[in-house]
């Protein structure tokens, strides 16, 4: 690591183990904020993209007559077959399902729910099979479920859940935007979030150099006046995994390539994932010019750093 007179004079560490220490020290638990855990909006809007279709679906809760309502139904309103996928917590509007009888031959049915002009006879069979034999009918009907659009409320949350891993880094990147973006603006540094080659070509006109064609880091930091660039890459850990150790590996790789083309790369990660992950991080830590936590780059580390070019 590059080791700053500043660590020694605002901040009172001594060394690079000092530094390593306070860094694993000031590891922030967690960065869920409230907006991790259900993105209500999406939810809303997945809902009532079917609204019409679930208010008719609800005329089933409680059918005393649920084959005949059911024919009535896809013969009147076709288009109700557009929520059945979501009933069973199904993105896909094209669905096959696999058969198998009691001499294990196996045989497929396929479901297409984008049609929505008028069904045959054949076709509403075909269709009222799929609420049977998913057995999701058996709870309309049973009075389990009182009102489908409550219901699917509640799927639509469910299945906003498997977003929650991709939240996570969004939101460490909306963090250390909101703590970078303040300093950079004072010291009259440009910034760029997402940024790949042709975007910072567009901005400022450099041809970065790149080591992959896919590669995109999370904010690239530019100042004008001496024409240096740095390059930031975030993410947060709150468990263990091989991921920890294969960033590891990564940014070294990415900390020697930028360094051969002059651009400064500045590695902010958190995560109490790092105290069982301690020796890939160490390894990494004294290849690196510069590794910080979210606590550090609040607390000056980060400005003391781009202030030097």
């Known amino acids: 690591m590059k080791f700053l007179e500043d660590y020694r004079v605002k901040f009172n560490i001594e060394n690079e183990d000092d530094y390593f220490n306070y860094f694993m020290e000031t590891l922030t638990p967690t960065n869920r904020t409230w907006n991790f855990f259900v993105n209500w909006e999406k939810v809303v ?38 929520a059945f996928p979501t009933l069973l917590s199904i993105r896909d509007n094209v669905v096959d399902v696999l058969s198998i ?18 069904l045959t006879n054949d076709e ?30 509640g799927v639509e949350v469910g299945m906003d859940t498997n977003g ?19 300093i950079c603006n004072t010291l009259g540094y ?7 080659q042709n975007k910072i070509m ?17 904010f690239v930091i530019f100042n004008r006046q001496t024409n240096k660039l740095f390059v930031i890459e975030t993410n947060f850990y709150s468990g263990v995994g ?37 020796l890939p991080l160490r390894e990494t830590f004294e290849n690196n010019d510069y590794l910080l936590n979210l606590k550090m780059t609040k607390e000056g580390f980060f400005r003391s750093i781009i202030e030097l070019y």
């Open 164 to 182: 929650r891993k991709n939240r996570g880094g969004t939101i460490n990147q909306q963090i250390v935007h909101q703590i970078i973006s303040p």
């Open 190 to 196: 440009d910034v760029i979030d997402e940024a790949n």
């Open 242 to 278: 091989s991921k920890l150790k294969s960033t590891c590996g990564e940014y070294i790789h990415l900390q020697n390539f930028l360094r051969k083309n002059e651009i400064e790369f500045i590695w902010i990660t958190d995560g109490n994932g790092w105290l069982k992950t301690t």
């Open 101 to 118: 009888d009691e001499e294990n031959n196996f045989s497929f049915d396929n479901y297409d729910f984008r049609n929505v002009r008028p």
């Open 124 to 153: 509403i069979k075909h269709y009222k099979n799929f609420l049977y034999n998913s057995q999701i009918i058996t709870f309309i009907t049973n009075g389990t479920l009182t009102n489908i659009k409550d219901y699917v409320f």
């Open 45 to 82: 809007n997945n809902v009532n993209q079917f609204k019409i279709e679930l208010n008719i679906l609800n005329s089933l809760c409680g059918s005393k007559n649920v084959d005949g309502d059911l024919d009535k139904i896809l013969t009147e309103y076709p288009s109700v077959i557009k």
């Open 202 to 218: 567009t901005e400022w006109g450099i041809e970065i150099p790149i080591d992959k064609t896919s590669r995109r880091f999370d």
